[in-house]
């Protein structure tokens, strides 16, 4: 019975994570059409920001909201000088994956000078543990799978029941007819990088809250969420959000019955599976691009 | 009937490639080679301290992944971002090769490129309809599964650990360590004169401008009969043969194998190498792996600000100067023969 409470949690737990991650990928791409190489930056600056507020003696539950609010900033910073300028350029794609991730480099350094290499942690969620089952797990992990479908399912009203939300969803259909009928595109272009920055800012705070932080403490949970995204697809929202689930289940389930060992060359085998058969993702919808 | 079998489209078109306006002659650019490569052949009488052999042996190596990856994202299009595991293949190739199956480490060198063109030719299925942005989260996923890979199969690579006391390559009874670098620089400099020729001659031929047409005009290319799939297959086994080489020599040269290979900060220095050069050019990224690596060594006081200063110069470029090293010869090139032409 271990067993399936431990696959059951690890899965949750680090679907959550991914989930997280992927979707500000995702909702950049469908806005913008470049694809965000420092995105794992934020995720870092996001706990530093808190541990330092947290350090300066500000409650967590006042530090943790404006740590995600300075990192909404930073991605309209961020886009405003490293994607905007270069939109137009035949081959955008890709030198905005050198900018970014040029950026994402600078940023990375920077943090390490201003904060050391030294390990820092910030105070969980909720302290404690419970026992679930057989197994003890924190409260503040519980936490984490609590609020991740809560502020996704947020994202998800904000974009379907709010005018700036369609907005957005309008500039990833077709931005020509949304500045045709007098949308700011620039504005929303800065929108979606803030929102995807704080998403991810949100999941450094929780990581941050139970594993120690370092300036590359960003690049692995990145690097996981291109994985969702190659299997989820990229051209809507929904789709990275259950492949982040699916993936961490996977993960829990291999490493279960087949040891840490295999898990990686496992996921490789299901990864290649997938794109030999639904190259574009497997939750990908029919329309090229847009949100759903 | 004319007497001009008109059947196949091969029969009618002009069999070498034609000389296009601008085009350098395929004399003037060997000839232009040449002497470049015999003017680098000459530079270890001039440098003798091991350590400058030392960055310009890094210089030949970057200078190799860099065009080779040219080839791939420049004239082919393809996003191809596993070209580095590409490279890392190479790397454990090599060492696995000599250390385990105690290969010759000459013939391990071409074994370990051929084994890179088997892996790319592996990626390469799976992307072979595959677009833009697609290609990209493909192939990274590619190379971080790859290094998960590596990493977990530690009882064979060392894991984190990496691989250490890899066998080097021999020249006879030449010492290769009490020489200070002079046999490797040439190692170095032989590899990056195939490669170029290599991919210069590739690129100039039928195939290589077939490559170009797909590119810039799939719909067209594929209705004169380019087949995308078959082209796609060749661009990228033919880019992995020598970054597979350069991966295998760099083990041979630094003695060990480190996961480091796959990180992302070299793929960033090498992929700013390509894109500061120019791209579509070769000889952009090789130029470019000069300046850069030696900005960066010339920064070797600077600590944890040399990478904050090589970063803002590769956005501050990209953001000024698009086109990159080569695109500044050439404007610069065009200038001059406009001034001289009153």
Excluded: C
Excluded at chain 1, 49 to 72: E, Y
Excluded at chain 1, 152 to 163: D, E, I, K, Q, V
Excluded at chain 2, 233 to 239: N, P
Aim: hydrophobic content about 55%; glycine content about 10%; aromatic content about 12%.
């Amino acid at each position: 019975m271990g067993g399936t409470a431990d696959i059951l949690f690890g899965g949750l737990f680090q679907g959550s994570l991914y989930a997280m991650m992927a979707v500000g990928l995702a909702l950049v791409w469908t806005t913008i059409g470049v694809f965000n190489f420092s995105h794992g930056v934020f995720m870092m600056l996001g706990a530093y920001f808190a541990w330092q507020l947290v350090t300066w003696g500000l409650p967590p539950f006042l530090a943790f909201p404006l740590s995600v609010l300075a990192m909404a900033g930073m991605g309209w910073v961020l886009q405003a000088s490293v994607v905007r300028p270069l939109i137009g350029r035949s081959n955008l794609v890709l030198v905005v994956v050198i900018t970014t991730l040029a950026a994402g480099s600078l940023i990375e350094n920077g943090a390490l000078e201003v904060w050391g290499p030294r390990s820092k942690q910030i105070p969980p969620l909720v302290s404690g543990n419970v026992m679930l089952g057989s197994i003890g797990v924190s409260l503040h992990q519980i936490a984490i799978i609590l609020v991740t479908p809560l502020a996704l399912g947020a994202l998800w009203l904000f974009l379907n029941r709010t005018r700036l939300g369609l907005a957005l969803r309008a500039v990833a259909q077709n931005e020509d007819a949304s500045r045709l009928v007098g949308l700011n595109v620039t504005m929303l272009y800065g929108l979606s990088f803030g929102i995807a920055a704080a998403l991810a800012a949100l999941a450094g705070i929780f990581l941050g809250g139970y594993r120690f932080m370092s300036p590359v403490m960003g690049v692995d949970p990145l690097l996981k969420a291109l994985i969702v995204v190659v299997f989820g697809g990229i051209s809507s929202i929904s789709g990275p959000i259950y492949a982040a689930y699916l993936i961490g289940f996977f993960e829990a389930i291999a490493s279960y019955y087949f040891g840490l060992y295999w898990t990686p060359a496992l996921l490789f085998a299901a990864l290649i599976l997938t794109l030999m058969v639904k190259p574009e993702g497997l939750f990908t919808p029919n329309r090229s691009r847009g949100l759903a | 009937m004319s007497a001009v079998d008109t059947s196949t489209p091969s029969a009618v078109l002009p069999k070498a490639v034609p000389l296009t306006p601008g085009r350098v002659s395929w004399q003037r650019e060997a000839l232009a080679l040449v002497v470049g490569f015999a003017l680098l052949a000459l530079l270890p009488l001039v440098i003798t301290d091991s350590y400058s052999r030392h960055v310009l042996i890094m210089i030949f190596i970057y200078g190799v992944v860099a065009s080779n990856w040219d080839l791939s994202l420049g004239y082919g299009g393809v996003f191809n971002f596993g070209h580095l595991a590409l490279f890392g293949i190479g790397v454990y190739a090599y060492s696995l090769l000599t250390k385990l199956a105690e290969m010759n480490p000459w013939i391990a060198l071409v074994v370990s490129g051929l084994i890179a063109v088997v892996a790319a030719v592996a990626v390469t299925v799976p992307i072979l309809r595959l677009k833009g942005i697609y290609i990209i989260l493909v192939t990274f996923g590619f190379a971080q599964l790859v290094m998960q890979v590596i990493l977990s199969q530690s009882d064979y690579t060392g894991g984190t650990q990496g691989i250490v006391r890899i066998p080097t390559v021999t020249w006879f009874d030449h010492n290769m360590v009490r020489d200070a670098k002079f046999a490797y620089f040439y190692i170095a400099l032989a590899m990056l004169g195939a490669s170029t020729v290599f991919l210069r001659a590739l690129v100039r031929s039928r195939t290589g401008i077939s490559i170009v047409a797909l590119r810039d005009n799939e719909e067209y290319a594929v209705s004169r009969g380019i087949s995308l799939a078959r082209q796609r297959l060749i661009t990228l086994a033919a880019s992995a043969f020598f970054t597979g080489i350069a991966g295998a020599f760099y083990a041979a040269y630094q003695r060990n194998a480190s996961i480091e290979v796959f990180g992302m900060s070299l793929a960033t220095i090498i992929l700013s190498m390509v894109l500061l050069g120019g791209t579509s050019t070769i000889y952009g990224a090789i130029i470019a792996s000069f300046v850069l690596t030696v900005f960066s060594e010339s920064m070797a006081d600077f600590g944890a600000w040399r990478p904050i200063i090589t970063a803002l110069l590769i956005i501050v470029v990209m953001l000024v100067y698009p086109s990159g090293i080569m695109g500044m010869l050439k404007s610069a090139s065009r200038w001059m023969t406009r001034s001289r032409n009153g």
